[in-house]
Nanobody, 129 residues
Framework: QVQLVESGGELVQAGGSLRLSCTDS?????????????MAWFRQAPGKEREFVAT????????SYADSVKGRFTISRDNARNTLYLQMNNLKSEDTATYYC?????????????????WGQGTQVIVSS
């Protein structure tokens, strides 16, 4: 079973920045294995459905974003460290949510939630206005 551990969520003022991290801490995940997995960030605000934020392919060369975060968020990965990142700049109150990282067992990225069988526990981001 893939174990994903997120960190970096906290309370921040509107206009501020945060960087979220997600590490694949599974014993059986080698660097090669990690590069075979596309990764993504999703978020869920209270009372709302979980929504796509950003995705990145296994090599890191392909990314895509939700329109609501394009130009403000950057997804990246360090395959040597089995770690995924989400740099969030110019945060807005509507970015307040629990952020989840997810992994799929294929290197090509997807914006579909059902494409990701492995999920972390989430990290909470609260943006105060």
């Amino acid at each position: 079973q893939v174990q994903l551990v997120e960190s970096g969520g906290e309370l921040v003022q509107a206009g501020g920045s945060l960087r979220l991290s997600c590490t694949d801490s599974t014993d059986s995940t080698s660097q090669h294995t990690f590069t075979q997995r596309a990764m993504a960030w999703f978020r869920q605000a209270p009372g709302k459905e979980r929504e796509f934020v950003a995705t990145i392919g296994g090599t890191g060369s392909t990314t895509s974003y939700a329109d609501s975060v394009k130009g403000r968020f950057t997804i990246s990965r360090d395959n040597a460290r089995n770690t995924l990142y989400l740099q969030m700049n110019n945060l807005k109150s509507e970015d307040t949510a629990t952020y989840y990282c997810a992994a799929r067992f294929a290197p090509n990225p997807s914006q579909r939630r059902l494409a990701y069988p492995a999920w972390g526990q989430g990290t909470q981001v609260i943006v105060s206005s």
